[in-house]
């Protein structure tokens, strides 16, 4: 069976883990930067989310590093089907966290013009963090999709 783009074992699959590790730490480490974050649920929850799809994808980067350099095959069915699980449930948290982060964000844009009366907000980096948010989830999309499609194949 031939092993497709991103899969477990394959350096496209290391590209794809290490790429939703960067751009899930670059959305914490930005909001964190912004000053009033911690005072919006939302914000809050995207930081921990974000954390959570971190440890998950280095998890399975170090995995898939591992896999590469010993050339061990991961396409065991159940290796395969823990991967999908956990890529479903890191990836609605991800989803969810970043659309309500987002939400807030236009609320106190447009809505109430929070950002435009309160200065102690910085509005203009929440913005950025939510763009990496939504950035790794789509790479962790790609993941679930491949990790699906092995499953449903071997």
Excluded at 2 to 27: D, H, M, V, W
């Amino acid at each position: 069976m031939k092993k497709p783009f991103g899969s477990p074992g394959k350096a496209s699959g290391l590209i794809l883990r290490i790429g939703q590790c960067l751009f899930s730490t670059a959305s914490i480490g930005v909001m964190t930067s912004a000053s009033g974050f911690s005072t919006v649920t939302a914000f809050c929850y995207l930081i921990a989310s974000m954390g959570l799809q971190v440890l998950w994808s280095f998890g399975l980067a170090c995995l898939d590093m591992h896999a590469l350099r010993l050339n061990k095959d991961l396409h065991n069915h159940i290796i395969v089907s823990l991967f999908v699980v956990g890529d479903w449930v890191i990836a609605t948290l991800s989803l969810a966290a970043a659309c309500s982060s987002a939400g807030v964000m236009v609320l106190f844009t447009k809505d109430t013009g929070i950002c435009k009366a309160d200065t102690k907000f910085s509005c203009n980096m929440f913005p950025i963090s939510i763009a990496f948010a939504f950035a790794s989830w789509f790479l962790l999309a790609i993941s679930s999709y491949v990790m699906f499609w092995l499953v449903a194949s071997i």
